[in-house]
């Protein structure tokens, strides 16, 4: 809800890189998570970070983490037709008895 | 393979009808979440679980309840007295109190 936000929508054509921005109101969150979801399809955990990091790379994937300005973001290189999806930012935190907070979904659609 | 079951993927009800959703798990995991999403506004917390014969209202509970007898499965039952039902609803689950979740392939409920 309200503590995670993303934008709603990203357009990228094919085999240029994506980038999903998401920011969080909680300093003590532990874990911040990227999922993704296809059309009626549950959510596919992506890549997560801890948050004593700054960055964290998975083959095309790379996180960035700001937790000064409680910035996150999801780089996809090389974007492809499959990976049009809907993306969702989560956050971790012991204030929430570590339920997940997530964002309202970034839907990402690749263009030829 | 280990994984999530969500039974059925459609369901069908009629208003004033109770219905429940089932959710199996064999990941051995101590927390099971059920979640509602709808268009835009990401996922809701309906109910959760972190250990057998207990369990928690999240956000939205009004309308809805559950069980946890067994460790592996967390059905839930939408009442008639949730005022609008209709829903893609997500059951996932947990190991540990800080680690990642994960999710089953969801039930879309259409209630006229």
């Known amino acids: 809800g309200e503590d995670v936000e993303q934008s709603l929508f990203l357009s990228v054509r094919e085999g240029d890189s994506s980038v999903i921005n998401c920011t969080y109101t909680d300093s003590s969150s532990t874990y911040l998570y990227w999922y993704k979801q296809e059309p009626g399809a549950g959510l596919q955990l992506l890549t997560y970070?801890?948050?004593?990091?700054d960055m964290k790379q998975d083959q095309r994937l790379t996180v960035l983490l700001n937790k000064k300005d409680k910035h996150l973001s999801l780089r996809i290189a090389d974007t492809q037709t499959g990976d049009s999806a809907i993306y969702f930012c989560a956050e971790s935190t012991p204030r929430n008895d570590y339920k997940l907070s997530f964002g309202a979904g970034t839907t990402v659609t690749v263009r030829a | 393979d280990g994984g999530i079951t969500q039974s059925p993927k459609y369901l069908f009800r009629k208003e004033g009808q109770n219905v429940t959703l089932s959710c199996e798990q064999n990941?051995?995991?101590?927390?099971m979440y059920w979640y509602r999403q709808d268009p835009g506004q990401g996922l809701r917390l309906i109910y959760y679980s972190q250990i057998v014969n207990d369990f928690q209202k999240g956000d939205i509970a009004e309308g809805y309840s559950v069980s946890r007898e067994k460790k592996e499965s967390f059905p839930l039952t939408v009442t008639s007295a949730q005022k609008n039902p209709t829903a893609f609803y997500l059951c996932a689950s947990r190991g540990q109190r800080d680690s990642p979740l994960h999710f089953g392939n969801g039930t879309r409920l259409t209630v006229t």
């Open positions: 970070i801890f948050s004593n990091m």
């Open positions: 990941l051995n995991h101590d927390a």
